[in-house]
T-cell receptor
Framework: GDSVTQMEGPVTLSEEAFLTINCTYT??????LFWYVQYPGEGLQLLLK?????DKGSNKGFEATYRKETTSFHLEKGSVQVSDSAVYFC??????????FGKGTKLTVNP | GAGVSQSPSNKVTEKGKDVELRCDPI?????LYWYRQSLGQGLEFLIY????????KSGLPSDRFSAERTGGSVSTLTIQRTQQEDSAVYLC????????????????FGSGTQLSVL
């Protein structure tokens, strides 16, 4: 079945540092790829998505590019802020309707 | 309501008791999902509903777990004879198919039910 492997962390960075959270996937057909974020005390929410190869999803300064050749969808941000501290989940939606999530990566950004 | 509503927000129960968790999806959303979130395990898929039917219940951990959805709206997840390993946050999400297509994409999540089995 579909699966996602993401960098488990935790990741601790200083403010304005560069962020990369790695994510690779296996899926049938032509999957859609997602990053969801869970801020402290809040519910999961969609951060960005890409639905076909070479698409770049972006939101709030975060970016991820759908790389079919490497089956990857790494999350990046050039300059993180304290407010970016959260748990980030990579997810894939393949031939079935269900969304399969990775285990999550906890990011802490220190001032 | 404006979002996905789950109740109760917290549930403490004794081992061996049955529990029912409720999810009220966003009005008009046809797809409904249950996930379980445990420390170190990430988000574990449990079951998916399209309308009132469940085309994918492959994630239910055992026959102690069951779920139903009535009227294409409210869903209930029931755990019978709870065990300590059932302790987790149970998340519900709903979504609506994109117009002209069958693929559900953006999921809207509730705040979850924190279940503690003593």
């Amino acid at each position: 079945g579909d699966s996602v492997t993401q960098m488990e962390g935790p990741v601790t960075l200083s403010e304005e540092a560069f962020l990369t959270i790695n994510c690779t996937y296996t899926a049938t057909g032509y999957p859609s790829l997602f990053w969801y974020v869970q801020y402290p005390g809040e519910g999961l929410q969609l951060l960005l998505k890409a639905t076909k190869a070479d698409d770049k999803g972006s939101n709030k300064g975060f970016e991820a590019t759908y790389r079919k050749e490497t089956t990857s969808f790494h999350l990046e941000k050039g300059s993180v802020q304290v407010s970016d501290s959260a748990v980030y989940f990579c997810a894939v939606q393949g031939g079935s309707e269900k969304l399969v999530f990775g285990k999550g990566t906890k990011l802490t950004v220190n001032p | 309501g404006a979002g996905v509503s789950q109740s109760p927000s917290n549930k403490v129960t004794e081992k061996g008791k049955d529990v029912e968790l409720r999810c009220d999806p966003i009005s008009g959303h046809t797809a409904l999902y249950w996930y379980r979130q445990s420390l170190g395990q990430g988000l574990e898929f449990l079951i998916y509903f399209q309308g009132n039917s469940a085309p994918d219940k492959s994630g239910l951990p055992s026959d102690r777990f069951s779920a139903e959805r009535t009227g294409g709206s409210v869903s209930t997840l029931t755990i019978q004879r709870t065990q300590q390993e059932d302790s987790a946050v149970y998340l519900c999400a709903s979504s609506s198919p994109h117009s002209g297509g069958a693929t559900n994409e953006k999921l809207f999540f509730g705040s979850g039910t924190q279940l503690s089995v003593l």
